[in-house]
C-alpha cells in the first residue's frame, strides 16, 4: 500500500495551514477551559511533521501514518501529543496489518479505540473522541467529503454543551459547560482540511 507522494505531500501542507491559520483560536478555546497553549503545541506538532515531508511521503502509507504520529507524540506538548500520535501510529498498525485500502475505515476505528484507552475516555467526556467517532461513523457509510466536513464541525460544535470529564478541563466541572473543546476543534479543522484537499486533488 505506496502512498502517493504528491498527495501525501499536499495533505501534510494542507494540515499545516490549518492549524498555523487557526492557532491563535484554538489557544483561545484553550483559555478558557485548559492551560491556553493547545494552538501553539499544534502547530509546532505540523512544522514537525512538514520538516519530514519529503522523508514521509516517500514511504509505503502504514509506515508513514506510523512516522507522522511519532513525530506528533516527541513534538506536541500537553495531552494532544500522546492522543493524535496514538491514532496515526495505530492506523499505520491496522492497515499494515490489513493491506488493503479498503479496511481504512476499520483501521480507523480500531485507532480511535485506542486513542479512548490511552486517555481513558469516551466519546461524550468532551474531548477529540467526540469528533473522531462520528467521522468514522460517517466514512463507513461511505458518506461524501462535503458531509465528512459537515459532521466533524458540528461535532466539534457540540462539544460546547458537554461537562468535560477528562484532563484539565474537568477541573472545573460544569464551568466547562459552554466552551468548545480545543481538541474536538483542531481535530475539526484537520479533518476538513484533509476532505477539502481530496476533493480537491484525490485522483480519480
Not at 473522531?132 to 458531509?147: F, G, I, M, N, R
Request: aromatic content about 2%; proline content about 4%; some cysteine.
Amino acid at each position: 500500500m505506496q502512498a502517493e507522494p504528491v498527495l501525501l505531500a499536499g495533505l501534510i501542507e494542507a494540515c499545516r495551514a490549518a492549524i498555523t491559520a487557526n492557532s491563535d483560536h484554538l489557544c483561545a478555546l484553550d483559555r478558557a477551559i485548559g492551560d491556553g497553549d493547545h494552538g501553539t503545541n499544534m502547530q509546532r506538532g505540523c512544522e514537525a511533521v512538514s520538516a519530514e515531508e519529503a522523508t514521509v511521503s516517500g514511504l509505503p502509507l502504514p509506515e508513514a501514518l506510523e512516522r507522522i504520529g511519532l513525530t506528533l507524540v516527541m513534538s506536541i506538548g500537553g495531552a494532544a501529543g500522546p492522543l493524535y500520535g496514538t491514532l496515526l501510529i495505530e492506523m499505520g498498525r491496522e492497515l499494515r496489518k490489513s493491506g488493503r485500502e479498503q479496511d481504512f475505515s476499520l483501521a480507523l476505528k480500531q485507532a480511535i479505540d485506542a486513542v479512548a484507552r490511552r486517555g481513558r475516555s469516551n466519546a461524550g467526556d468532551k474531548t477529540l473522541l467526540d469528533v473522531l467517532y462520528p467521522v468514522q461513523d460517517a466514512l463507513a457509510q461511505h458518506s461524501p467529503l462535503t458531509d465528512i466536513v459537515r459532521r466533524a464541525e458540528l461535532s466539534a460544535r457540540l462539544t460546547g454543551a458537554m461537562k468535560a470529564m477528562r484532563g484539565r478541563a474537568a477541573y472545573l466541572g460544569d464551568r466547562s459547560i459552554g466552551h468548545v473543546d480545543p481538541g474536538a476543534s483542531s481535530c475539526a479543522l484537520l479533518t476538513t482540511a484533509i476532505c477539502r484537499y481530496l476533493e480537491e486533488h484525490r485522483p480519480e
